[in-house]
């Protein structure tokens, strides 16, 4: 069993929302009970669709939100009280445009958090960034560069390349190459994953497109409202996909069509006001049973494998109706 480097423990996060004021006003539950691992080393992914929740999970790991509940440890110890010192946690945006300094040179953005954290002398840093931009696969000249002057995938290199200044033990990567061209894509995607493999370095990614995810993750979580719903190894997952939200999500990508598959998923993601009783996809699931309108427990299908639906075990020989509705 290798070392669990982060564990995330039934984090709640809630947001006031919807029409009503005060204490009447429902709250948004963006992540609703989550716990996972990552082992050192290791790139775990999550996916789901826009407004599942993945981005506010990362915030939350990161410490740049408050939650309601739950707990996040690094390397066993509660990051809550986490000395200050070189950020073993560290963050890459989408919008690699918005998360860069236009002001600064590529040197001086790289530069800073090592800088700031004693991990290098100022008269040291050139060099430091150079080092780092070349592990990127971009020249020396880039140091001189201004955000205005580079390419998407140049700057979501530059990113990475901040990101890794303060040699941390887990980037999140937050659908990095989702702004990006799918050419361009591919390449970050590799660079991510040789960074992973050459640094020893544990790798959160999180995408909306379970291909992409599963391609770059050993291991994947599949987000739905605010939970996770399934999650194994990656192969496994999107060979044998067994909740009906993953499967609808594979089938939902373009030039997909799988026999058997689940309907693509249609309309708008619910929004999660108030936890539900049951299974969170059953408003947009094929297969509803009574048993869904019921707590859905966890239900583990190896080590590493689980998923949270009745039929995560095989489908259904005689699907019930659904009973009327009386909420
Ligand atoms: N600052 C906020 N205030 C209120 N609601 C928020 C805030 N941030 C996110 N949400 C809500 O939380 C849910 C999850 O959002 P988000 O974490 O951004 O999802 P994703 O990254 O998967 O697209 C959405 O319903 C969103 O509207
Ligand atoms: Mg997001």
Not at 62 to 73: A, F, N
Request: hydrophobic share 40%; glycine share 8%.
């Amino acid at each position: 069993m290798t070392e669990s480097l982060l564990e995330v423990h039934q984090l709640v996060k809630s947001y006031p929302g919807g029409r009503g004021l005060g204490r009447a006003r429902p709250r948004v539950y963006a992540v609703n009970g989550v716990s996972f691992d990552v082992a050192a080393g290791e790139c775990v992914g999550i996916v789901g669709e826009s407004g599942c929740g993945k981005s506010t999970l990362a915030r939350a790991i990161m410490g740049l939100t408050p939650v309601d509940s739950g707990e996040v440890r690094l390397r066993g110890k509660p990051t809550a009280d986490r000395a200050r010192g070189r950020p073993a946690l560290q963050m890459v945006f989408q919008d690699a445009f918005g998360s860069l300094n236009p002001l600064m040179t590529v040197a001086q953005t790289v530069a800073e958090p090592a800088v700031v954290h004693g991990l290098v002398s100022r008269e040291d840093a050139f060099a430091y960034v150079v080092d780092l931009l070349a592990q990127v696969g971009l020249r020396e000249e880039f140091a001189r560069r201004r955000p205005r002057d580079l390419s998407g995938g140049q700057r979501q290199r530059v990113a990475i390349a901040r990101a890794l200044a303060t040699d941390p033990d887990l980037i999140i990567a937050d659908e990095p190459v989702s702004a990006l061209d799918v050419s361009i894509q591919a390449q970050v995607l590799s660079l991510l994953r040789d960074l992973a493999a050459r640094r020893a370095l544990s790798v959160l990614f999180i995408g909306h497109q379970l291909p992409v995810v599963a391609n770059i993750a050993d291991r994947v979580l599949v987000m739905y409202l605010g939970e996770i719903v399934e999650a194994g190894p990656s192969a496994e997952v999107f060979r044998d996909p067994r909740h009906p939200y993953t499967r609808a999500l594979l089938a939902s990508q373009p030039g997909r069509h799988r026999r058997g598959a689940s309907p693509m998923l249609t309309g708008e993601l619910p929004s999660q006001f108030e936890a539900l009783d049951g299974c969170a996809f059953r408003s947009r699931c094929p297969q509803v049973v009574a048993s869904c309108h019921e707590p859905v427990p966890e239900v583990m299908l190896g080590e590493k494998r689980s998923c949270r639906c009745v039929f995560a075990q095989g489908p259904a020989r005689e699907l019930q109706p659904a009973p009327a509705r009386t909420e």
